[in-house]
């Protein structure tokens, strides 16, 4: 796990996770970082984004068939499969 210090968090933020940690039975930090997990998530914008600088990065092979053409064919694979049983 990395390690983050935050400077100048309000003193009234600091109050309300140490209480919760008082009343979790919990550390502070510990608190602290479930709020931080909390708080991070990634949007579908920022998925999106991470996934175009991985495609920029490293590149994707460009195919000439769609998401909707892929399953078709894996469920008619799978409806011959079931036909010959």
């Given at each position: 796990m990395g390690n983050l210090l935050i400077r100048d968090v309000e003193e009234a933020v600091v109050r309300r996770l140490k209480l919760k940690a008082e009343l979790n039975g919990t550390s502070l930090q510990h608190e602290a970082s479930l709020a931080l997990t909390r708080g991070a998530?990634?949007?579908?914008?920022d998925r999106k984004a991470l996934f175009e600088k991985f495609e920029r990065?490293?590149?994707?092979?460009?195919?000439?068939?769609?998401?909707?053409?892929?399953?078709?064919?894996?469920?008619?694979e799978a409806d011959d499969w079931e036909r010959d049983l």
């Open positions: 998530p990634l949007t579908g914008a990065e490293h590149g994707f092979p460009k195919v000439n068939i769609s998401g909707v053409e892929i399953v078709r064919e894996i469920r008619d």
